[in-house]
């Protein structure tokens, strides 16, 4: 399977500290993506970084990616209380016809602590 | 704009029922999903359209089937559920082609007894 593996599982962490989880992935990619779960809800997008590039920044967020190594890592600055979530990367490895077919990591689970 | 909705919220079916998850997205999107996620083990995609008229089995299609209604609509059915189909279900829709973001619905939390 491509699924990517989040490490680690779960992370627990004070209130303004940074946050780093890694993803790792099997086989070749175009893109990796990042997402964040509140309890209950949906996926959302945080972020997507593309095979050619090493490193991205968005707001807070700051996300590698070695293709070498097959990794990427999710790194999450002055970390909040809202910030507290799984958070889970995805590629987009297999590009059938005019979709895409995306896999996904099983996850990181972050606390925030105030 | 909704985005996407995905009904019902709940279910909880007896081992053999059917019944039918539905799922709706208002924004244009060509391509939509169907994932399962379970404890441990991230989301695993059942089906996904690449476009009205098209779809495809994902990584765990057994026991499932879809149909992609129209553009806005793709529902998954159970035809006689088992135990091992308890989970959360997700919709997901996105622009087609590489590098696009997945918009997901709120998720439908099934149980079979």
């Known amino acids: 399977s491509q699924q990517g593996e989040e490490d680690p599982q779960a992370l627990s962490i004070q209130e303004g500290e940074n946050a780093t989880m890694n993803c790792s992935y099997k086989?070749?990619?175009?893109?990796l993506q990042w997402y964040r779960q509140n309890s209950g809800r949906g996926l959302v997008h945080l972020i997507l970084?593309?095979?050619?590039?090493r490193e991205k920044h968005s707001g807070r967020l700051r996300v590698t990616l070695d293709t070498s190594k097959k990794s990427s890592s999710l790194l999450i600055t002055a970390s909040r209380a809202a910030d507290t979530a799984s958070y889970f990367c995805?590629?987009?490895?297999?590009?059938?016809?005019?979709?895409?077919?995306?896999?996904f990591g099983t996850g990181t689970s972050l606390t925030v602590i105030p | 704009n909704a985005g996407v909705t995905q009904t019902p919220k709940f279910q909880v079916l007896k081992t053999g029922q059917s019944m039918t998850l539905q799922c709706a997205q208002d924004m244009n999107h060509n391509s939509m999903y169907w994932y399962r996620q379970d404890p441990g083990m991230g989301l695993r995609l059942i089906y996904y359209s690449a476009s009205e008229g098209t779809t495809d089995k994902g990584e765990v299609p057994n026991g499932y089937n879809v149909s992609r209604l129209n553009k806005r609509e793709f529902s998954l059915r159970l035809e006689s559920a088992a135990p091992s189909q308890t989970s959360v279900y997700f919709c997901?829709?996105?622009?087609?082609?590489?590098?696009?973001?997945?918009?997901f619905g709120p998720g439908t939390r099934l149980t079979v007894t």
């Open positions: 970084i593309r095979s050619n590039e």
């Open positions: 997901a829709s996105s622009l087609t082609g590489q590098g696009y973001e997945q918009y």
């Open positions: 995805a590629t987009d490895a297999v590009f059938l016809g005019t979709g895409n077919q995306f896999y």
């Open positions: 086989t070749s990619i175009n893109n």
